[in-house]
């Protein structure tokens, strides 16, 4: 049972690429979100989604694409990353109200 | 605007005594709470709760209270060791938001020897 597994943990991308970051859960949990951590800040919402083929916006949404088409995975795509998206990315799945957490994706913007 | 508000950046204490994190909030739709422990280089992993409901819930070393009113919970550390050296999040959830997590900035916890 490997909890949630975020891929890469770092990466480094130019001003204009576009990647994705991959998060995958074994627990069969329907809810999965998207996280942001920024230095001296709490973790932001990005993007969360209820099943598969449900996704919603959180509190950060823009500049960022989210899918669902396994109850497993749930990545998050950078269109054309900005340096403002430097930043740490964490996913989580939730059963009830527990949250579990990946150990995130440390990504820098040059 | 933050709706959780986490106002002391640090503290530090001896090993043995009691940590005090506070945490206030605005919002008064929150019905859970929960704090997560953060490690340098890790994800946050879950703590300790409390439903809306309840002003109290303890596991171990570690207690929660809720003070509804002044919209304020605190977390207390009994007796506080070296290894809950940590960041501590608060973070607040309601039903109507299908209980996205909205989280304080973090205490930086250094339990000195």
């Known amino acids: 049972n490997a909890g949630v597994t975020q891929t890469p943990k770092f990466q480094v991308l130019k001003t204009g690429q576009s990647m994705t970051l991959q998060c995958a859960q074994d627990?069969?949990?329907?809810?999965m979100s998207w996280y942001r951590q920024d230095p001296g800040m709490g973790l932001r919402l990005i993007h969360y989604?209820?099943?598969?083929?449900?996704?919603d916006q959180g509190e950060v949404p823009n500049g960022y694409n989210v899918s669902r088409s396994t109850t497993e995975d749930f990545p998050l795509r950078l269109l054309s990353a900005a340096p403002s998206q430097t930043s740490v990315y964490f996913c989580?799945?939730?059963?009830?109200?527990?949250?579990?957490f990946g150990s995130g994706t440390r990504l820098t913007v040059v | 605007d933050q709706q959780v508000k986490q106002n002391s950046p640090s503290l530090s204490v001896q090993e043995g005594r009691i940590s005090i994190l506070n945490c206030d909030y605005t919002?008064?739709?929150?019905?859970?709470f929960l704090w997560y422990k953060k490690y340098p280089a890790e994800g946050p992993t879950f703590l300790i709760s409390?439903?809306?409901?309840?002003d109290k819930n303890e596991d171990g070393r570690f207690t929660v209270f809720l003070n509804k009113s002044a919209k304020h919970l605190s977390l207390h550390i009994v007796p506080s060791q070296p290894g809950d050296s940590a960041v501590y999040f608060c973070?607040?959830?309601?039903?109507?938001?299908?209980?996205?997590?909205?989280f304080g900035k973090g205490t930086s916890l250094l339990v000195t020897p």
């Open positions: 989604s209820v099943g598969a083929g449900i996704t």
């Open positions: 973070a607040a959830s309601h039903s109507n938001s299908g209980y996205a997590l909205n």
């Open positions: 627990m069969n949990h329907e809810y």
């Open positions: 409390i439903s809306s409901i309840k």
């Open positions: 989580a799945s939730r059963e009830g109200y527990g949250y579990t």
């Open positions: 919002n008064s739709m929150f019905d859970y």
